[in-house]
C-alpha cells in the first residue's frame, strides 16, 4: 500500500538553522532517500518551494480564480513530502519516524487511496 508522508516544517527555524547543521540535514535526507530507494519503499521525495511562492486556486461558476495571498498563518508549513510503498501501517510509521525532517517538525502520515 502506498502513504503519502507531509513534510511540516517552520520555514523560519529552517532558516535559522545554522549553515554545517543544515547542511547536515540534506545530507541525512538524501542518504534516506537512498536507504528507502534500496529497500523498496522509495516511491517518489522531493522538497518544495517557499510557501510564500504558493498559489492557491478556486473554480466558481465555471472560472478558475486564484489567490496568492495572504494564506493562513500557521506554525509548520507543508515543505516536502515522501511517497512511499509500506507492506501495511507499521511499517508506513517505522518508515516514516525515520525521516530526518522529523526531528525539527511533523510528519503527516496519510494512506493514499486505492494504491
Known amino acids: 500500500m502506498r502513504y503519502l508522508c507531509l513534510v511540516h516544517l517552520n520555514e523560519a527555524t529552517l532558516d535559522a538553522l545554522p549553515e554545517p547543521e543544515m547542511q547536515q540535514l540534506v545530507r541525512a535526507s538524501s542518504a534516506y532517500d537512498e536507504v ?42 507543508l515543505l516536502g513530502f515522501i ?16 525521516i530526518p525532517c522529523a526531528a525539527y517538525g511533523t510528519i503527516e502520515l496519510r494512506a493514499v487511496s486505492g494504491a
Open 36 to 77: 528507502l530507494e534500496a529497500s523498496g519503499h522509495l516511491v517518489a521525495a522531493h522538497a518544495l518551494r517557499s510557501p510564500s511562492e504558493a498559489l492557491h486556486l478556486r473554480s466558481r461558476g465555471g472560472k478558475v480564480i486564484t489567490l496568492d495571498g495572504p494564506h493562513a498563518e500557521v506554525k509548520e508549513q
Open 83 to 98: 511517497l512511499i510503498e509500506a507492506t501495511d501501517l507499521q511499517d508506513a510509521i517505522d518508515v516514516a519516524g525515520k
